[in-house]
């Protein structure tokens, strides 16, 4: 493994991708399932500012250890029982996929004062197995959302289907490209589209090409 050399050529790739539009800023995400918190902290070392880890326990684990030098990002399902473990924690969740769970964030970031940032993810792919909003469901929900005072909804989330040609999965980060773009139409108070987390290891210069400014890079970074 030479985190390293990986980041730099994930760095190049994003900044090929931004010399091309002045005005685009582009987040990467390390995503560190499976990482020991040593290999985190040498990434963080090389410039590494913002880690997403899929499950709650896992993000605490490594949130003790390393702690405020990053931004920690929720990336994957999040269960509204686990939701009072990490509000004080995380500055991005990137999988708000219901109001049930928004209710409980709504709640628990009342308690603490404390506005949480958080993408709408969607199943642009319509595949089964993803969790995420069909995107017709997409504007009814913001709708609610719009309402709500600590959740703060900040743009949308994807996740690809894994294919061998990652230009196969173009079609779906346009999509949720499109539908960012009609929902910045859209009359809301709160309701912000300043993000669009898609692309991973094996996608991530399709998506950057789409319009992705988060991508959530694992490993491509850590192998
Ligand atoms: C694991 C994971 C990633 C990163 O996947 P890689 O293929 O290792 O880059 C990105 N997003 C989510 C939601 C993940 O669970």
Redesign the pocket.
Known sequence: MNIKTNLERINADIQSSVSKALDKNVTL?A?T?TVSSDEIQEAINLGVTDI?E?RVQELLKKYDILGGQVKWHL??HLQKNKVKYIVDKVDLI??LDSYELALEIEKRAGKIEREINCLVEVNISGEESKYGLAPKEVKPLLEKLDKLSYVKIVGL?T?APYVEDSEDVRKYFRGLKELSEEIKLMPFQKVHMDYLSMG???D?KVALEEGANII???????S
């Open positions: 995400v995503v399932k997403g899929n990336i994957g990137h999988s989330m996740m991973m290891s094996n991530y959530r890079v694992g490993s491509a970074i850590f």
